[in-house]
């Protein structure tokens, strides 16, 4: 589990196809060494990877099929600025709000505009996932935990203060990128809760 707070930025410094899935070697040097060891999941813009090889700066993850359709990994190549968060251990701090890793699809950035120091930015959501976005609620875009200020439809928008901007890849983005979208933990859980009869798997039929 991760939180959405952004621990540092990192970068994608090889990609390597592997018989229709992906190798990538991630300069994590930013994440304390303790918690990148073999095995270790590690949040990559906002999708949870599992460390199978370390290297001095940072560690190498697989990147299966499954992830590769529902993330933008597909489309990194190197040198992509990567944002990072080490998976959360008993007794630290929950900034944000409690994140899976497991990406829903992806967000389209459609408008940003200033709001005093901080900047509005507005996306746009695949049909079958609007419902889960709620006011107030909150999402994980790129991995970086935010509160939804209003929504119409399949479009959303969030507030993103000033040190946001700095210590994370959204102060990067241009309009039309796509972005890792996590919807809340809870929207998820509620919606079997209140379908009973829903047999398991049936998604996969």
Known sequence: MFTGIIGCMGEVSAVEPRGGDLRLRIDAAGIDAARRQLGDSVAVAGVCLTVAELTPRGFIADVSRETLAHTTIGSWRVGERINLEAAL????????????GHVDGRAELLERSGDARSERLRFRVPEALRRYVARKGSVALDGVSLTVNEVEGVEFGVNVIPHTLLATTLGDLRLGAQLNLEIDLMARYAERLLAPNQEAGTAWN
């Open 89 to 100: 251990r008993a007794g630290d701090a929950l900034g944000g709000h409690l994140v899976s």
